[in-house]
């Protein structure tokens, strides 16, 4: 069936890093959707892009939809500790059907 | 915080306990989801409510019985259930249930099953 492959799986970074989770359909997407969720919480949405080359921004976090409606990136400029959490893409696919990400575990060393 | 409220926060229940999860929102929204989350594993779709019927199944077993009551509640029965039944179960709500509306989850049930 179709995916959204995340990786990496784990990042570990120094407070004041930068980072970077990246998402790779195999099909086209209607539009794709960002979710974080902090340990022992639940899922919170942060954005949607419908775009193709769309480019969005919230205060540190950038984040981008491939021109072919593939592929979807979120970087954070400069991590804090409050960053900390698992960053799942999620995807439309022409169905309708949403897909998630396997996601990506953030852990930020003070 | 947020506006999709589920009970009860935990559960632990038997193999022959019946026992039920609620979900309750005041958005005006049209959709309604339950998922399940394993630990390290993103939410996995269960069953799509769209305005108070049900229009998605994903294969669920039949020991898990969804209930949408009103456009503000859902409920999930559980009969029966198996140790690696044991997860997170999110409901969630989206305004249309259609692509352009996204997810809003409440805190989840923390479900044992022994």
């Known amino acids: 069936g179709q995916q959204v492959m995340q990786i990496p799986q784990y990042q570990h970074v120094q407070e004041g890093e930068d980072f970077t989770t990246y998402c790779n359909s195999s099909?086209?997407?209607?539009?794709i959707q960002w979710y974080k969720q902090r340990p022992g919480g639940h899922p919170v949405f942060l954005i949607q892009?419908?775009?193709?080359?769309e480019v969005k921004k919230q205060k540190r976090l950038t984040f981008q939809f491939g021109e072919a409606k593939k592929n979807s990136s979120l970087h954070i400029t400069a991590t804090q500790t409050t960053d900390v959490g698992t960053y799942f893409c999620?995807?439309?696919?022409?169905?309708?059907?949403?897909?998630f990400g396997q996601g990506t575990e953030l852990s930020v060393k003070p | 915080d947020t506006e999709v409220t589920q009970t009860p926060k935990h559960l632990v229940m038997g193999m022959t306990n019946k026992k039920s999860l609620k979900c309750e929102q005041h958005?005006?929204?049209?959709?309604m989801y339950w998922y399940k989350q394993k630990a390290k594993k993103p939410p996995e779709l269960m069953f799509v409510?769209?305005?108070?019927?049900?229009?998605i199944n994903e294969s669920v077993p039949s020991r898990f019985s969804p209930e949408c009551p009103n456009s503000s509640l859902l409920n999930l029965h559980l009969h029966a259930l198996q140790p690696e039944d044991s997860a997170l179960y999110l409901c969630?709500?989206?305004?249309?249930?259609?692509?352009?509306?996204?997810?809003?989850f409440g805190n989840g049930t923390r479900l044992t099953v022994t």
């Open positions: 409510y769209s305005y108070e019927k049900l229009s």
């Open positions: 958005m005006g929204h049209r959709a």
């Open positions: 999620a995807g439309h696919n022409q169905g309708g059907k949403l897909i």
């Open positions: 099909t086209t997407l209607s539009n």
């Open positions: 969630a709500s989206s305004q249309r249930g259609d692509v352009s509306s996204p997810l809003h």
């Open positions: 892009l419908v775009k193709s080359g």
